[in-house]
């Protein structure tokens, strides 16, 4: 059992005053900057994009909120257009400045994020998930991937033209120095920093490589090749030395064809050797897709040390004596004290979170509106499983918030939303009281409890790293 006193952390804010509406321990960087501040970005860098891309922008998140669905959700955030504003910065700038000029539109977003975040939202506390590959120019935007690009089926005429400019300036030997995976997670670990200077102790920033896995290149496809696996090792560790960031995450879309993270496990385990806290994005799909959800929860949980946090696992839902691998993650889950990573209106967006089809009359936007039909919520709540809401290191929170209604949604009005939908749950399906307010004095508490483990693993973890080294296989050249 790890020991959580006050006394051994780093940090003096006073854990019992942290509220559920005030962290908010797992979202995504990219899904937390909207279009018009993209535009403004733009505007800053003085880049512009044509009149017909920012309507193409708009549209899409107007689709996006009237049928929502998965291929909606990705489309809202904010990557693909962040990705073409750097692109823009690449042709338009001097080739003396191109470099500074990608950096600088980096630190632009993130310090949009930062300041919405702890200023606007006044949260206390927020564990920022990033994914290097999504923006640096070694990653989605190389050459030899940007065809990738062009090849989708809604690419705009703007888009076409600058994709195609920039292969036509790697055929000339004068693509520009882009920004590597490295160097794009140092920019986020200074981001801490900032945070650190402008409140003290009065806020606090946590940051997670989210390694993803996508159709075009992704993070993991890289990293875990053999050519380069031992190398990025050697930088992930480095790095998570130096406090560029706290947790290695993992996330990939279990709903396709090739769901399965069974390949992805080996390199999660070699991170683990190296100390490093890991976490997944596990188990976040339809019921359709249940084995899938059931093998990678297991693989999982059956890691060297399983992940500290896992992200959505709504179909946890599933555990019962005739689902005995589900019900022995949730006995892992409860036993190991993992913290378990609710994003209830997420889940419900993307279609991963419902319990049932929605009615006939109810449009999928009313459905999503609907939380007391998401399915790990009505699994909580049931008082047959009670040892889950007492016993579990569970929390709420927003995921990526700016694709949740038209204008977002903040950390205090998803803890708001959820503690309703709770209530009804408890009154309307199985008839006991349980007011908004005593589910919030819940989550608050589990709230207290969860920073103070997280702090506590970190230093734990950072300490153990600092006195690791790679061991490199016999014929493995070092690079440096």
Known sequence: MIATTPETLHHPYKYDTLTAKRVDIHRHIEGSIFIDQIVEIAKKMRVAFDSETIEFMQAKVEQGLAVPSLESFIQMLSTRWLRLLIAKVMIDRRTDEKSRAVSTTIDMFFKTVITHAFEVEELQVLN???????????????????????????????????????????????????????????KVGKLRRTVERKFGYKKRLTLTLSL?????????????????????????????????YDYLDI???????????????????????????????????????????????????????????????????LATQDNDKMLRAQETIIHERLILLLNISSNMFTG?????????????????????????????????????????????????????????????TEIDKVAKAASLIAKNIYGYVLSPTDFIKTLDKKIQQIVLIQDQRIRFARENARSKEIIWPKGVVKKH
Request: glycine letters at 4%.
């Open 352 to 412: 991963t979170g419902m319990a049932y089809a929605p009615d006939m009359e109810d449009t999928l936007l009313e459905h999503t509106q609907n939380l007391e039909k998401h399915r790990l919520l009505l699994y909580f709540l049931d008082p047959q499983n009670s040892t889950w809401l007492d016993d579990t290191m569970l929390c709420v929170n927003t995921d990526d918030p700016v694709i949740i209604g038209k204008l977002g949604t903040t950390q205090a």
């Open 212 to 244: 993803r896995r996508n159709k075009f290149l992704g993070d993991l496809d890289f990293l875990t090749d053999e050519e380069n696996k031992y190398q990025n090792l050697r930088d992930l560790h480095h790095l998570f030395v130096a406090e560029m």
């Open 251 to 317: 996330c990939g879309n279990e709903n396709d064809a090739n769901g399965s993270l069974e390949k992805l496990f080996p390199f999660l385990a070699s991170v683990q050797t190296l100390d490093i806290p890991t976490t997944v994005h596990v188990a976040e799909m339809t019921e359709e897709h249940k084995k899938t959800a059931e093998s990678n929860m297991s693989h999982a949980l059956s890691l060297p040390h399983p992940p500290s946090m896992l992200a959505h696992s709504v179909l946890l839902n």
């Open 128 to 186: 920022l998930l990033f994914s290097p590959r999504n923006l640096s120019v070694n990653g989605d935007l190389h050459p030899d991937k940007l065809h990738l690009l062009l090849e989708t089926s809604d690419i705009t005429p703007e888009e076409k033209r600058i994709y195609e400019t920039l292969i036509l300036l790697s055929e000339y030997h004068k693509y520009p120095r882009g920004i590597t995976w490295q160097e794009y997670t140092r």
